[in-house]
């Protein structure tokens, strides 16, 4: 690749040295996110297994009640695990809100939407919305 | 160079340690965890804080844990909990208690000795991790953190604090890298190492930094404008701790009126819920079926506890029967109920010191954080956002701080943040927040 061969080119022994610095200063940052990485998936893997093996057991399970047993553990280790990794749950399942392009997806063949309501949470790691909300269009208020 | 300060915090469980610079505007790229545990499997930056007294051997940290479970059966145990030994109310003496049988079965040391032993490690493996870190200066200002115990001396406790330091780093210096190793050291060496590191031994120049000014530092700091009162509430292991701090001429300042620990804490929640388990548990009937679940609950808390605070219930497998607890069962305990009422109280006067000083001033204003493990229980998110109902408002702030998001870490600070918080805060708080000692 002739830019990389330029580059090369242009290296002399100093600016070997300071690169050579540049990189050593900057490596244990680049170790330290990593290493937050490994610190923040190590619980988070340990709850995604659990939520493997539920998952099984879901599959496998014999009669209703072990079927809902399997559901609960695996619902609490998928939880878990997205608590592990930071990830936050955007909104209230069933609640109506303003829409909000940014946060809920609009709801299914609604041309246009004031409001909406949650119909399954979406998903965010501090300010950033890794998923939006699923909703659909509010219920209307039965007559008195 | 700037100067650069280290913080320890030991927490129960763990030791954790970070490094920030202390005369740079703040920058989160700054902030250094640094990674104790050089295992290749569970988290870099917790040092499993645990000696083992072997047969011939003193082993350390992971290894220490691994072997006293292969000997539980022959009532062998490691020595944990060293911050519970440091709130003795006469440490000294509780130093010089031979350790028991159990933890020590020559009879050769004391709890000082496995306390020097133990500090000599961390500031081994202190050591390891910084010169791993090429932004971290080899020499660096150093302080712990501790709980403002209430009734307790800051300076007696640090005077104490300073000398096992220094025995431990003058034991370092004897032991070296042999400390680090997976099998520990020999028995023998430690026990004549140890009244030669005590001779050659001056106490260490350092720092000590209550947990809520540290809380205080992490919460406030990279903020323009940040309340002039914080109160914090830090539910840990052992003790529930409150504090309320007073910000003025960029100096903090602790409202001593304000203070107050409670002995119930996580270890408190952990049985109650334990408790409800078994008792739900109704197959469970013979003393060993008992204690068989017993133990597999206290295995498994921290996530059952994770679990409730957050869902509301928690449920486990256990020999293919689910168990089920919920937080309404905790709540509908006594002692719970006990509990919660002292811990209101104590909050409701927490505010009225707040708010009395707050009216004093101009332009107060009081926040609010809760800390520790306990952190995330809704009973003390509730608790810090309750409304008030009169005098200045108490705002309550995020227990993991915005800044704990920056893109510099990738987005893997924030979910491990709770465990490294005391340390990180500790080491970005400015000086004039130490309870005693100073810089190096």
Redo the contacts between chains.
């Keep these: 690749m002739p830019a990389k061969k330029k580059s090369v080119k242009r290296t002399n022994a100093s600016a070997m040295g300071k690169k050579g610095a540049a990189r ?2 900057a ?3 680049a ?3 990593n ?6 998936w ?3 893997d340990k ?1 995604l297994a659990e939520a493997l093996i539920e998952l099984d057991e879901f599959e496998n399970a014999r009669n209703e009640k072990a079927r809902e ?1 399997a559901l ?2 695996l619902a ?1 280790a998928l ?2 695990t997205a ?4 990830l936050t749950r955007i909104g209230m399942l069933g609640a109506q809100e303003a829409f909000d392009p940014q946060r809920h997806e609009p709801p299914p063949r609604a041309k246009s939407a004031k409001s909406v309501r949650i119909a399954a949470r979406g998903v965010a ?4 919305v890794l998923a939006r909300a699923r909703t659909e269009a509010p219920r209307r208020r039965s007559p008195r | 160079m700037s100067a650069w300060t280290l913080c320890i915090d030991f927490g129960t469980a763990f030791s954790k340690a970070a490094a920030a610079p202390s005369d740079l505007r703040f920058d989160p ?1 700054n902030v ?2 640094l ?1 104790l545990n050089p295992q290749p ?6 040092l499993d804080s645990a000696v083992f007294v072997d047969d011939a051997r003193i082993l350390f940290g992971r290894s220490a844990l691994d072997r006293a479970s292969s000997m539980a059966g022959r009532k062998r145990v490691a020595l944990q909990s060293f911050k519970t030994l440091l709130s003795a109310a006469d440490l000294e003496r509780a130093l010089d208690i031979k350790a028991p049988l159990s933890i020590d079965p020559h009879r050769a040391f004391c709890m000082r000795d496995l306390i020097v032993l133990y500090l000599a490690y961390l500031l081994a493996a202190i050591e390891r991790a910084r010169a ?4 971290i200066p080899a020499r660096i200002n150093l302080r712990y953190a501790a709980p403002a115990w209430q009734g307790g001396d800051s300076d007696a406790l640090h005077a104490v604090v300073a000398g096992l330091f220094g025995e431990a780093e003058a034991l370092r210096m004897r032991l070296g890298d042999a400390l680090l190793a997976d099998e520990g050291i020999d028995l023998a060496l430690a026990a004549t190492a140890l009244p030669r590191a005590a001779d050659e031994a001056r106490p260490r120049a350092m720092g000590l930094i209550h947990e809520a000014a540290a809380a205080a530092a992490y919460t406030s700091i990279g903020l323009d404008e940040s309340g002039s009162h914080l109160i914090v509430v830090d539910m840990g292991a052992g003790t529930t701790d409150m504090a309320v701090l007073m910000r003025a001429d960029h100096q903090m300042h602790e409202l001593a009126d304000a203070r107050v620990t409670f002995n119930q804490a996580g270890d408190f929640l952990d049985r109650l819920i334990a408790d409800r388990a078994l008792k739900s548990a109704s197959w469970a009937k013979s003393t060993a079926q008992k204690t068989a679940l017993w133990g597999d609950l206290m295995r498994a808390m921290p ?1 059952l506890k ?2 409730m605070f ?2 509301g219930r ?2 486990r ?1 256990y020999e293919r029967r ?1 168990i ?1 607890v919920s937080l309404r069962d905790i709540e509908r305990d006594q002692d719970f109920k006990a509990f919660l009422k002292e811990l209101q109280a104590a909050y409701a006067h927490c505010v009225a010191v707040a708010r009395g000083d707050a009216l004093l001033r101009e332009n107060a204003s009081i926040e609010a954080v809760a800390v520790g493990g306990g952190a995330g229980a809704p009973f003390i998110q509730e608790l810090i956002s309750g409304a008030t109902k009169r005098g200045p408002r108490v705002t309550p702030r995020p227990a993991t701080p ?1 800044w704990a ?1 920056s893109e ?9 943040f709770p465990q490294l918080a005391i340390a990180i805060g500790g080491a970005l708080a400015p000086d004039n927040m130490l309870a005693a000692g100073g810089a190096a």
Excluded at chain 2, 132 to 135: P, Q, R, S
Excluded at chain 2, 409 to 416: D, E, H, I, Q, T
Aim: overall charge positive; proline content about 6%.
């Design positions: 050593k200063r490596a244990p940052k170790s330290l996110a290493a937050l990485a490994e610190a923040a190590a619980d988070a709850a047993a609960t553990l609490q939880a878990q608590r592990k990794r930071g790691r501090g300010a950033e | 790229a250094r965890p990674q499997s569970g988290n870099p930056f917790l791993a870190d090429a932004c996530d994770a679990a957050a869902e928690a449920s497998r689910l089920n915005g998001h510099v870490f990738g987005g893997n600070l924030a979910p491990v």
